[in-house]
C-alpha cells in the first residue's frame, strides 16, 4: 500500500524526529497526502500521543464534518525503519489563517473567526476537546475548513470539568496555554477557548507572543498578559478579553458565548 503513495518526502521537525516522529508527504493519483507514523520504542510522551490521535479517530464518526478524511493502513516498515505498524494518512489540507488581515474587511474578519468558532463547536459537540489548538491546526480541505492533530484530544467529561488531572491532561504547547494548565488544572473546553484566544490574538495585530522558557510563558499567561488595542484590533477588544480572562470562571464558558460577543461587533 505504501508504495502507492510514490517516493516519500520527510518533513519532521528536528525535536519531534529525535521523539521518534516520522512526517511524510506522498502523491497518489495527484493528491498530496501526509503520512503521521511513529518508531517502535520510542519516546513515550510522543507514542502515547501516536497511539491517542489514532484512538480518536476510530472513536469518531469517521463522516464528522471538521475531520480530513482519512485511512489508518497497516505497515510495519517505511524507509527500512521499524514503526508502530499504523500509519495515519491523511490529504493535504490549505492554511486557514494565510491571509493577512490587514488585507480583510471587519465582514471577512468577522466570517473567518465564525467558522473558526462553528468547527470547534462541532468537535465540542462529539464530546471532545482538542487540547492543544494552535494556528496551523485549522486548515482548508475542498471548499470547507477542518481541524488537524488530535494527540492531545480529550473527552469532556465530569472528571475534567471537576479539575481532576492526569499526567497527560497538561500536554500542551506553552505558547497557547491557558493559565489554569500551568497550575496543574486538567484541560477543559475553557482551555480550548483559551488557546482560540491566542490565536486569534497574534493573527489580528499580527504579532508573536515573546517567551523563551516554559517558566517564561507561565509567568506571560498568568500574570503579564494585556490585551494591546491597536486599529486592527479595536473591534474585537470585548471578545479577546472574554477569551483571555486568566481565571476560567471569568472565561466565556462555551462557543455560544463567543459568538454572541462576535455577533455584537459591528
Not at 36 to 49: E, N, R, Y
Not at 115 to 129: C, E, F, I, P, S
Not at 155 to 163: E, H, L, R
Amino acid at each position: 500500500m505504501i508504495q502507492r503513495f510514490g517516493q516519500l518526502t520527510l518533513h519532521t521537525k528536528p525535536k519531534q524526529f529525535g521523539l521518534g516522529r516520522r512526517l511524510y508527504t506522498g502523491h497518489l493519483d495527484q493528491q498530496k497526502y501526509w503520512l503521521k507514523a511513529q518508531l517502535l520504542h520510542a519516546d513515550p510522551t510522543s507514542s502515547t500521543g501516536f497511539f491517542n490521535e489514532l484512538s480518536f479517530y476510530r472513536n469518531l464518526n469517521t463522516t464528522a464534518q471538521f475531520i480530513l478524511p482519512m485511512q489508518i493502513i497497516e505497515i510495519g516498515k517505511i524507509n527500512s525503519e521499524s514503526i508502530i505498524p499504523q500509519v495515519l494518512v491523511v490529504p493535504h489540507a490549505d492554511y486557514f489563517l494565510k491571509e493577512q488581515v490587514s488585507g480583510l474587511s471587519l465582514s471577512q474578519i468577522k466570517d473567518k473567526i465564525e467558522k473558526m468558532l462553528d468547527v470547534l463547536a462541532l468537535l465540542h459537540q462529539t464530546g471532545y476537546m482538542h487540547g492543544d489548538l494552535k494556528p496551523e491546526h485549522f486548515v482548508m480541505y475542498q471548499q470547507q475548513l477542518h481541524l488537524i492533530d488530535f494527540e492531545h484530544s480529550q473527552q469532556i467529561s465530569s472528571d475534567y470539568q471537576q479539575g481532576i488531572q492526569d499526567q497527560q491532561s497538561i500536554q500542551a504547547t506553552p505558547r497557547y496555554m491557558a493559565p489554569e494548565l500551568f497550575h496543574g488544572e486538567c484541560k477543559s473546553i475553557q482551555s480550548d477557548l483559551y488557546a482560540l484566544g491566542i490565536i486569534l490574538y497574534e493573527w489580528l495585530s499580527q504579532q508573536r507572543l515573546e517567551a523563551q522558557t516554559y517558566q517564561q510563558w507561565a509567568v506571560l499567561h498568568c500574570q503579564q498578559l494585556q490585551i494591546q488595542p491597536n486599529h486592527q484590533l479595536e473591534s474585537f477588544v470585548a471578545l479577546l478579553d472574554g477569551l483571555l480572562q486568566k481565571r476560567k470562571i471569568s472565561r466565556f464558558s462555551d462557543i455560544e458565548q463567543v459568538k454572541n460577543a462576535l455577533h455584537s461587533i459591528e
